[in-house]
């Protein structure tokens, strides 16, 4: 007999599981963790990729979705109804304001957008029906760093839930829910995947009652995460610890040498010893500032497009965090959508662009941006 034991899980590519009989689909109904069934309501795969980051996170349970979107939106649902309503950080991903602005406003759910600076003073926003803050471990695309510790336990005296969306950040940085976070969520797209080849999210909670009613909305919702797309975001966590160590280092280098460039107006990354929040930064993270950073050139559109056109080692990608370096225009892609006043509110303007520093040798990708903002 051949005994087969690998070492790596294989990839389960089957939307269906096999019962004996109806005393086997009966036990599947008495415990629905006891086996397989049908792949949207769970996979060895997506279910792997869920149990290694609620490790990470410290987590009581988390759930594989299909997108970082699916993510956010299972975590609001998982404590919102129609008639809730819903405080959002206003520097945040352009994504989660359009997610909140356009469908759940429709199902219901109100939103208020909080400034950076009134974080930590929610209660003359807060109603009768407020029940989370949404925000996010370091902001895009300005890089500005939450003090989660506060933050959760500001919340929770006014009775309100903290979702943090940790994507900027990873669990190799910090891990918002053992600084009071109630739930913490990534883009599994970005850095625990790393490799520019999935699109994934994981929504972790803190309380088991919680995780079970984000199972249920990705059931229900049809949020499910598939079986490849599962195995090569699990491959790639693997590294993350690594990767994250080189992402930081790289965009340290990066950071200094645009702070001290004549073409650069700003930079924004938490790194540096100027940004407003580099000690509490460093405190969360470890020491380790992430592989984000931004920084603003003059304000003119063929200025940006020329920096675009010359650079070689940062094309002009609108996603973030592969093990390959890329750039991004937050004004005319992920927060495209926000009216002209909120672009400008936010500083979120024409010269504003967003590096993604990536692991190759930072000799390199210094001498690049050197050579592309020569002109």
């Not at 795969?45 to 979107?69: F, I, K, R, W, Y």
């Not at 902001?139 to 943090?164: E, F, I, Q, T």
């Not at 600084?179 to 999935?198: E, Q, R, W």
């Not at 509110?345 to 967003?354: M, S």
Request: net charge negative; hydrophobic share 45%; aromatic share 6%.
């Amino acid at each position: 007999m051949t005994f087969i034991n690998p070492k790596i899980t294989p990839i389960y590519q089957s939307s269906v599981f096999k019962f004996e009989d109806l005393n086997e689909l009966d036990a599947y109904f008495a415990d629905t963790s006891s086996r397989y069934l049908y792949s949207r309501n769970g996979n060895p795969n997506s279910d792997e990729l869920a149990d290694a980051v609620n490790q990470l996170e410290g987590g009581a349970g988390a759930v594989a979705t299909s997108s970082g979107m699916a993510t956010i939106f299972a975590a609001i649902l998982a404590y919102c109804q129609a008639g809730d309503h819903v405080l959002c950080a206003a520097d945040i991903y352009g994504g989660s304001a359009a997610l909140l602005n356009t469908e759940l406003s429709r199902m219901g759910i109100a939103v208020t957008y909080v400034p950076f600076e009134q974080l930590y003073e929610l209660a003359p926003l807060c109603r009768p029906t407020t029940r989370l803050l949404l925000a996010e471990t370091m902001s895009n695309p300005l890089l500005r760093v939450a003090d989660l510790g506060r933050l959760a336990a500001h919340c929770h005296a006014l009775g309100l839930k903290l979702v943090v969306d940790n994507t900027f950040a990873s669990p190799m940085l910090t891990r918002p829910l053992q600084l009071g976070a109630d739930i913490s969520l990534h883009s599994v797209t970005k850095y625990i995947a790393g490799h520019s080849d999935v699109t994934a999210g994981v929504t972790v909670a803190a309380d088991a009652e919680v995780a079970a009613r984000l199972k249920q909305i990705g059931v229900l919702y049809g949020l499910t995460l598939s079986p490849m797309e599962s195995w090569l975001a699990v491959r790639g966590l693997k590294t993350l610890r690594l990767r994250m160590r080189e992402h930081s280092h790289n965009a340290l280098a990066v950071a200094t040498m645009l702070a001290a460039h004549p073409a650069v107006r700003e930079v924004y990354y938490p790194g540096l010893p100027t940004h407003a929040q580099h000690a509490l930064a460093a405190e969360q993270g470890g020491g380790l500032f992430g592989g984000m950073l931004s920084c603003k050139l003059a304000d003119d559109r063929e200025v940006v497009s020329n920096f675009m056109r010359r650079t070689e080692r940062f094309p002009f990608a609108p996603s973030l965090a592969g093990v390959d370096s890329s750039l991004s225009y937050p004004l005319g892609t992920s927060h495209r959508a926000l009216t002209a006043e909120q672009q400008q509110d936010l500083g979120i303007t024409t010269g504003l662009v967003r590096l993604s520093v990536g692991i190759e040798p930072v000799e390199e990708l210094l001498a690049d941006l050197r050579q592309a903002l020569e002109s």
